[in-house]
């Protein structure tokens, strides 16, 4: 345990999991041995408690969290951690991890404090003071699963915390962890490292990224009305979840095809994701057609926007490229706003990269086609998936795979 010297400003902290918990516990507790039963034990029945959690029901994102987390999902993490490492190395939690939950999704922070739970670290995790129905149900749930005798030793290993923007505290907190996640803008990222660490402690960062989405123009004039409709529903529900702002939300469709046939298959493509985009539209605000009204006139003015595309409704708002690029980060409002784009060849898309692409959803371009592009040219993308999971969380996030960082490694060779 921390002398009082390091010891963070605890009656500053609010703790909101578990309920009425003593922040020092964290500091008490032993590291557990990754994936040991007790670890995903507690974790499945987190994700049963969500599944029939009647108010859960209602956001398919806490679902889809609880769907991740099933006993046979852990099964499979397990084994993968387990496959990545020789017989020479014992894996080991690192301590206790610092988590610094982003804005932008509601459930985030659960995943990441999940694959520290199951590498057998003690977390503390910032959530933010703003209130929303999704996190007070996580909180809810999460608070009744430790009030069980049989989880009760996970009391010391899950803190969920509050507290307001304080250099200090988060400086105090940083000085006794062994691991620090931070999730948010480049801003947050830069603000949060820029706060020493332990000489041994690291910083696994997840700051700003964009993404997009690949088309093969004559594979959508092929396809028929029931393929199209479920392609169009896939990518609203990439894009439309938290608003579009997810950092795997896509931002830009580049269309690889001729000019003609390009012009054809995004006419028939956005319209489609039109009318499977309506069933969102209670949730984008008005003021978001100003929003995207003037990102579109902004564009033009600068010269790279050749047309607007008249879609009549606050749903769907699409702006023509001049040439393919990344949008501005001004430029992505979110809410329904798109930017399309043409090109000739596949090859002709690595210029649109930069270092921030994350998330590539693809649709029409064979595997064989992108495992050669990413070879030959480095492709920077961290994943290309296909329409439809561009918001499914994975071990491996940002190029980055989360088991690894999150454990350690004793070398073993006698």
């Not at 995207?292 to 790279?304: P, T």
């Amino acid at each position: 345990m921390p002398d009082s010297k390091t010891m963070p400003p605890l009656d500053q902290i609010s703790v909101v999991v578990p309920k009425d918990g003593d922040l020092q516990e964290v500091f008490k507790a032993a590291d557990i041995r990754p994936f040991s039963k007790e670890l995903t034990d507690f974790v499945a029945a987190l994700s049963r408690a969500l599944m029939k959690d009647t108010e859960a029901r209602a956001y398919p994102e806490i679902i889809s969290l609880a769907h991740w987390m099933r006993p046979r999902a852990l099964l499979d993490l397990s084994e993968r951690f387990v496959a990545s490492r020789s017989e020479t190395s014992i894996p080991l939690a690192r301590g206790v991890a610092l988590h610094f939950a982003p804005g932008n999704v509601d459930t985030i922070f659960l995943y990441s404090a999940l694959l520290a739970v199951l590498t057998g670290n003690r977390n503390i995790v910032r959530i933010s003071s703003r209130q929303s129905p999704q996190i007070e149900l996580l909180v809810r749930v999460l608070n009744t699963l430790l009030e069980n005798p049989a989880f009760s030793a996970m009391r010391s290993r899950l803190f969920i915390v509050r507290y307001g923007h304080d250099a200090e505290i988060t400086a105090a907190l940083s000085d006794v962890c062994d691991l620090r996640v931070i999730w948010g803008g480049d801003e947050t990222v830069a603000s949060i490292r820029a706060i020493p660490l332990p000489a041994r402690s690291r910083d696994v960062s997840f700051p700003n990224r964009w993404s997009l989405a690949v088309l093969q123009a004559q594979a959508v004039l092929d396809q028929d009305e029931t393929k199209m409709d479920i392609l169009a529903k896939n990518f609203a529900n990439d894009a439309y979840w938290f608003g579009q702002m997810a950092c795997s939300s896509p931002r830009l469709a580049v269309w690889v095809g001729d000019k003609s046939t390009v012009s054809k298959a995004s006419d028939r493509f956005w319209n489609a994701v039109r009318r499977q985009a309506k069933q969102f539209g209670d949730e984008i605000a008005p003021v978001s057609f100003v929003n995207k009204l003037v990102a579109q006139n902004i564009a033009a003015i600068e010269g790279s926007i050749k047309s607007i595309r008249p879609l009549g409704d606050n749903v769907v708002s699409v702006g023509e490229l001049t040439y393919p690029s990344r949008p501005d980060d001004d430029l992505c409002v979110g809410e329904g706003l798109f930017w399309d784009a043409q090109i000739e060849n596949l090859e002709d898309l690595a210029p649109v990269l930069d270092n921030q692409s994350q998330t590539l959803i693809s649709h029409g371009i064979p595997h064989q086609h992108w495992v050669d592009l990413i070879q030959e040219q480095s492709l920077r993308i961290d994943r290309i998936v296909p329409f439809g999971v561009a918001l499914q969380f994975g071990h491996v996030w940002d190029g980055i795979d989360l088991l690894v960082e999150f454990s350690r490694i004793v070398s073993l060779e006698v």
